[in-house]
């Protein structure tokens, strides 16, 4: 039997092991830049376990998200586990470690991208969407005329609070997106660069109401050219056939676009998806870290209104089990301690489905994620669910 690994946060003494660490683990390079080691890094924190020697046998990152839903920010994790750390115990303390860190730092729910999903689902993480990066043939893009009233131009980096605006305008009535507020990203705003290789406005009166941004590639421009559109975003239908006809005018020399797909976005709506083919999915994993701010924080439809009995299980954060009473009304929701035995006991991974809106109730009682009493209506649990999927539109 392999000995408990011991965990701790990582210190400045402990980057140069840790990123040859994460380096071994992810292919990237095991030699940190001439600053990593004299300071911390912004908008994270670390963790790390430890063997008895006192060697580093693993390591896990705590980024330190937003996330919209409906309308309200939620204080959010973003995970990072090393491949290494898995098996022996190791991945399970670090997660619990950086489940504890997170919610003393007020964060209420957590997403990652897993490289494989056992080790998550043993500690209450669940697939909740998928992240797609699709081709699309620069030629299949429909070609509209120009719209008197808009104008098309190229960005400096002095626009790039108005594209951070309208990213939020988007962003901010779903579900899961990230803010990209916060030391993460401070940096998009704190130089005078553009972040891509170019970034194409629409404007309406001098109002930004769409962009795309996108990296040239250094592929040339024959056939195997590619445009990668990092974001194609837009408020108004004119703005996207603006948008989509910009992009359709690389054909020359770049006659495939990369892009991700926001689903129900304006510019979904006006792609021929039947041409796409698919690059690239990721799914992308949910978690409560505190199931009462969870629900507390986050925005909900206004038209939904219930109250709901279960109790939940969590071997991990313990301050996330016991029997709760969900209470829906006028826009928000509060869980409350439930008094009596509930009929409905409902495991972590099915609550981080059901609160991400990427199942129903009654499939979760087939995956024996959600057990109930005899005659008792399990779909009463949908009221977690209300509000529709969530969607993860960067990938970390």
Known sequence: ?????????????????????GGHAFGSDPQPPPDATTRAR??????????????????????????????????????????????????????AALLRGARERGAAVSALYPTTTGPYRACGWEVAGTLRTVDLAAADLPRHRPAPHLSVRAAGAEDMPAVAGLYERVARHRRGMLTRRGELFDHLGATTALPTDGVTLVEDAGELVGYASWDRGRGGYGPDSVLTVEDVLATTADAVRELVSVLARWRSVAPTLRLRLLDGDAVTAQLPLETVREHRQQPWMHRPVDVTRAVRERGWPPHARGVVDFTLDDDLADWNTGAWRLEVA?????????????A?????????????????????????????????????????????????????
């Open 344 to 396: 409905l006991h409902l495991s972590m991974r099915g609550f981080a489905q059901l609160y991400a809106g990427a199942t129903t109730a009654e499939s979760l009682v087939h995956a024996g994620q959600l057990r109930h009493g005899p005659g008792v209506d399990p779909r009463a649990l949908d009221l977690l669910a209300v509000g529709g999927p969530a969607h993860l539109l960067d990938y970390f």
């Open 42 to 95: 912004p908008g994270m924190t670390g963790y790390g376990a430890f063997d008895p020697a006192g060697r580093l046998c693993g390591k896990a990152v705590d980024l330190h998200h937003e996330q919209w839903w409906s309308g309200r920010t939620v204080s959010a994790v973003g995970v990072a586990v090393a491949p290494e750390a898995r098996g022996r115990g190791v991945a399970r303390a670090l997660l």
């Open 330 to 342: 006028d826009g928000a929701a509060e869980l409350r301690p439930a008094t009596g035995e509930p």
């Open 1 to 21: 039997m392999h000995p408990v690994a011991a965990v701790r946060e990582l210190t400045p003494d402990d980057i140069p092991a840790a990123w040859t660490l």
